[in-house]
Structure formats: C-alpha cells, structure tokens
C-alpha cells in the first residue's frame, strides 16, 4: 500500500526528504495518525533543513489537526522563509491568522501575499472572501473575491457556497442567492453545506417551505456525521410541522451529541424537548446553552431563547424556568426575563408593578410576549 511504498522508499534512500513528505501527508490527511504524521515531517525536516514543503505540511498539521497554533505560525513562516516565491504557506497562514488567532488583518495580508506570488490560485481568493464577508463586513469586496475564484476555477464548489451565503445573508439578493447555492450543488452534489444554506435560504427568506426541507433532508442524507444538517431539519420540523415533532426530537438529540460545543444545537434539543413535555430531559442541553459565554450567540438568538422560556412557560414551567436563570449565573443579567417568568408563575402583574420603570417596562414586554404566545397559560 502506500505506506509501505513510502517506506520502501525511505529504507532504500534515507537520506531522502521527499518520501518522509509524502508519507507525512498520507498520515496526516488520509490515515489520522498525527503524532506519527509529525515526525514524518520533522524527520524531513532534519534531512533537508532548506526544504520548505515539510514546513508547509507540519503547519497544516499543527493548525487543522492539532490545534498548536504557535507551533504551527512558526512552521508557516520557516516555509516562507525558505521559499518566499511559494504562494501555499501564505494561504495556510491565512486561514490559520484568520480561523484560529482572529488576527483579520493579518490574515488578509497574508491571503492577498499568496494572491501576489500566484493570481491564478484560487483558494486564497475564497479565503479572502470568507474573511471579507464574515470578519470584515466587506461585502462587495468579498463577492469580488468570490467571484474571482470562480474565474480562475469553475469546477471549485466552495466558492459558489460562500457567494450564496453573503447573497442571502448579507445583500439579500435572493434569487442570486439561489442560483449559486445550486451551481454549487451542480458542481458536487456529495458537497453538503450548499444544500444547507439552500434550506435556509429557502425557509427564512422565500418561504418555500415544502422545497427547505427537501433541501435540509438532502444535507443530512449526504453528510449524516455532521451536526449542523440535524440541527436545522429539527429546528425546521419544530416550526413548521408540529406532527413530527417525534422525529424533530431524534434529530436533535444527534445534532446535540455531534456538536458538543455548539449554543444553538443544544438550544434546539431543549426548547424540542420542552414542547414535548420532557422538562427535566430538557435541563442538559438548556444548562449548555445557558452557561456558554458567548455573547454573540445571545445576541444573534434571543427571540429564540426567549422562545424556550415561552414554551417552558405553556408546559407548566414558568418557575421552575427563573429559578434555572439564577442557576445558570444568567438572574442579575436577565432580571426582566426573570421577572417576567415569576408574574407568569403567579398569575398576576402585581410584582411587576412595584419594579422600577427601567426594569418595569422590558419585563412586561416579555411578560406579554410569554403570554400572548402560550394560550394554554392560565
């Protein structure tokens, strides 16, 4: 196989650096062995000190696989120090400054280096779109970005996937927005995330409903391993097709367990869970989104919290939701949340009569929409 052919090669030659390379990519990219995949390159390394590839490969590997991002800055810069004409670890330096060490403006130099070095390399092109668009609110400049990967590469999908999302979520050209999701698509069927942005765009934007969740059961057929298809098809089920709610609790239950890390998968399995009568199965998943800090995510989604205190408040669980508020460190930041909760728990607005006006009229708003929302509320 190809290990043994590397090795063979190694055992006849070691004094050569390229099959140590090589075997280095294998390792890492295509059998995930990373402690071994590291001393591949650095044995490389050892022959051939003035060989930037090694250097370029161990800093994909410490960047992407082994979350050393020192280690792995350093090791871009050794290529670029050796080989300064090789556009490649400029672009992973990019990603690394932009993905890992959100130094932004770091990283557009770094893209635009290896877009000097090499015009006609199209993924520092879509990197730099990536970054203009979703760090730098630069949109017009990253659908120029976009499209000029697409120049240089027709056939290269992801650049198609990222113009559809800034058409949809940031320019709101919608009909645009469509057509490059599909061409994506067309490019690489197997490519998931396109037929997700697809379903989003087709649910919150055009309200072609039937179309989103062929398109959200589409991503989740092609890439079952991923959370973020399980998430959005259950969030969709739950908004949209209350009879399968059963199996809008499964998909999230999957989405929850495959994104450990990610607020709104487990905000999308408790607020499913708490529809479905099972509060205290519910308590999990809320604590996990509640204790996260990341303001963004509050920030972003909070007619959504809101709705799963709506709708632990319909089930019953008005109290019981303020007193999870206090537990989560969330009872002096939410205080209006929280009282809000409490006068739903009593019946009454007596208690947020005696608030002071500041906090006085945010909490009846949010008692009013906890109510006016839950007709099962005495």
Not at 164 to 183: H, V
Not at 219 to 248: M, R, T
Not at 278 to 304: K, Y
Not at 329 to 355: F, H, I, N, Y
Request: charged share 30%; with cysteine.
């Amino acid at each position: 196989d190809a290990e043994q052919a590397y090795r063979k090669a190694i055992e006849i030659d070691p004094k050569d650096a390229y099959p140590w390379y090589g075997l280095g990519i294998l390792l890492s990219d295509k059998l995930s062995r990373y402690a071994d995949a590291e001393q591949a390159y650095r044995k490389a390394i050892e022959i051939d000190p003035k060989l930037a590839a090694p250097w370029n490969g161990l800093g994909n590997l410490l960047s992407e696989k082994l979350a050393r991002y020192a280690d792995a800055e350093q090791a871009y810069r050794k290529a670029i120090e050796i080989d300064p004409k090789d556009a490649s670890p400029w672009y992973g330096l990019g990603n690394l400054l932009k993905n890992k060490l959100s130094r932004y403006a770091d990283a557009e130099q770094a893209y635009r280096k290896a877009i000097e070095i090499d015009p006609q390399y199209a993924y520092p092109w879509y990197g730099l779109g990536l970054l203009l668009c979703d760090k730098l609110s630069r949109y017009a400049d990253a659908e120029q970005a976009y499209r000029k990967a697409i120049e240089i590469d027709p056939e290269y999908a992801s650049p198609w996937h990222g113009l559809g999302n800034l058409l949809s979520d940031k320019l709101a050209r919608y009909a645009d927005a469509e057509q490059a999701y599909r061409k994506a698509i067309e490019i690489d069927p197997k490519f998931a995330y396109p037929w997700h942005g697809l379903g989003n765009l087709l649910c919150d934007k055009l309200a072609r409903y039937e179309d989103a969740e062929q398109a959200y059961r589409k991503a989740v057929e092609i890439d079952p391993e991923s959370g973020d298809g399980p998430n959005s098809l259950a969030w969709f089920l739950y908004q949209h097709k209350p009879e399968c709610l059963e199996e809008a609790e499964r998909l999230g239950k999957r989405a929850f367990e495959l994104l450990p890390q990610s607020p709104q998968a487990a905000h999308t399995y408790a607020t499913i869970l708490v529809r479905n009568g099972r509060w205290f199965a519910a308590m999990e998943p809320a604590r996990r989104f509640l204790e996260i800090d990341d303001a963004a995510f509050f920030e972003q989604c909070w007619p959504d919290i809101v709705n799963f205190f709506r709708e632990a408040a319909r089930t019953g669980h008005a109290e019981e939701s303020a007193k999870l508020l206090h537990e989560c460190g969330k009872s002096e930041q939410w205080r209006p949340l929280v009282e809000a909760l409490m006068a739903v728990a009593e019946g009454s607005t007596d208690r947020l009569l005696r608030l002071a006006p500041e906090m006085r009229r945010p909490a009846s708003e949010l008692y009013n929409e906890i109510r006016a929302a839950s007709p099962t509320i005495a």
